[in-house]
């Protein structure tokens, strides 16, 4: 069951006052895919693997070697809202763009495996507002655009960074 539209609240004269769009609504994977991201969200991986391989060092450390569970740049939207049309056929829009960060919350053999960050830049799961516009009917009176940078790298901070392997020492 996908959604391809939404409208809001009839009128006496049966029109609606909202209409919502979606991104990709027709591209949306079933509930149980094995094709998501460390996050759980969609990447259309061609993998059946739910657990990414990796190697690891006698240290503890490890590399993931396989790319099933990385986030896809081209699929960050899909399922989000798109649009909001009114009655007044003024609609407002929404552009999102991948999460991306500069830092990355890690366990170390370095650090023995205590919580550290450490400049690793990477892209995560999901999506967030690129810019909102709002459009009245005859031109876009308003423009919102949002940048997520300290300047020139990315503000973002990944404190969650999935571990599927440990290393037990006796």
Not at 94 to 108: G, M, P, Q, T, V
Not at 114 to 125: F, N, R, S
Not at 145 to 165: E, K
Request: contains cysteine; aromatic residues 16%; charged residues 20%.
């Amino acid at each position: 069951f996908a959604v391809k539209k939404c409208h809001t609240k009839k009128t006496l004269n049966n029109e609606f006052y909202n209409q919502l769009d979606y991104y990709g609504l027709t591209q949306l994977p079933s509930t149980n895919t094995p094709k998501i991201d460390y996050w759980g969200f969609y990447n259309d991986n061609s993998s059946q693997n739910i657990i990414p391989q990796s190697i690891q060092d006698a240290n503890g450390d490890f590399v993931y070697t396989s790319t099933e569970r990385e986030p896809a740049t081209n699929k960050f939207n899909i399922g989000m809202l798109q649009k909001i049309t009114y009655k007044s056929k003024g609609f407002t829009e929404f552009i999102y763009e991948a999460h991306n960060y500069s830092k990355r919350l890690e366990r170390r053999s370095v650090n023995n495996f205590l919580p550290a960050l450490y400049q690793v830049e990477g892209i995560t799961g999901g999506s967030r507002i690129q810019q909102i516009k709002h459009f009245d009917g005859i031109s876009y009176t308003n423009v919102k655009s949002f940048a997520y940078t300290d300047g020139t790298n990315s503000s973002g901070i990944l404190l969650d960074y999935p571990r599927y392997c440990m290393y037990i020492r006796h």
